[in-house]
């Protein structure tokens, strides 16, 4: 599958996603210190910033972000994915761990974080993250692949809510600023078929015969579609507000209960 995956990505299949990824602010820019009246910005006179510490949580093997510049640290679970990313983007730190356990980074030390298509760990994400940074997470779009999942008879509505129900699970430490769908065409040949089958866990838990049309395909368009959300930590006072808030609500659900009482109950 890791091979699988690299093939794919070095397709270009993906290079949308990663573009995207990028236009979320995981570029240094030059800070201008000179005088704004001079004809032309002398070298000397442009500092860049400091580069973004960027965690990719549930990195693989590192396709989304291996190149991107910073100072890059990729975790996941698979040794395999890990030694890939390790001989293959040699500038970044690559780190063998459970992204679902306590991870292995200094409290709030991390920009920007990535979680694309990974499961995510609010809590620690939390703890590691600085005050004024980033979490950004990357989920498939209500059409993502849906001319191969009807091929093989799945549930065309099961993207639908991912993004909406991803937000929710970051609700109690994380509030979204914004949410951008990316949707597009993509004309697969056959190597690229099969790669993407193994990448798709639908695919091996299809019927027979649906899988043996996919496997014949020579070619098929498809859309291939993401909802990347971009989050930021919410204070201490609004968390506990919060907590407060959804206590209260259980105290008021708990009385009706012993009372007797609906929401509405007039008497």
Known sequence: MIQARRRFFDSGAFDPLRDLILEKGLRPEALDLGNSTAPEPQASSLQPKAFPSILDCGCGEGALSGDLP???????????????????????????????????????????????????????????????????????????????????????????????????????????????LLSYSQLLNCEQIADLIQMTPIFWTSATEAKTRVLELTKIEVTISFVLLTLVGRDPGSRLRDQESRLQQLKIKSSRKQSGRGPHSLC
């Open 70 to 180: 910073g100072n890059v640290i990729g975790m996941d679970i698979s040794k395999e994915a890990i030694r890939h990313a390790t001989k293959r983007y040699k500038q970044a730190t690559w780190i063998v761990a459970n992204g679902m356990r306590e991870l292995p980074i200094a409290d709030r030390s991390i920009d920007f974080i990535l979680s694309v298509l990974a499961p995510r760990n609010t809590e620690e994400f939390s703890r590691i993250l600085k005050t004024d940074g980033k979490l950004i997470l990357g989920v498939p779009g209500p059409n993502h692949l849906i001319e191969l999942r009807t091929l093989l008879n799945a549930n065309a509505g099961d993207f639908e809510e991912k993004a909406n129900e991803a937000a929710a699970k970051c609700a109690p430490q994380f509030a979204e600023t914004n949410r951008e």
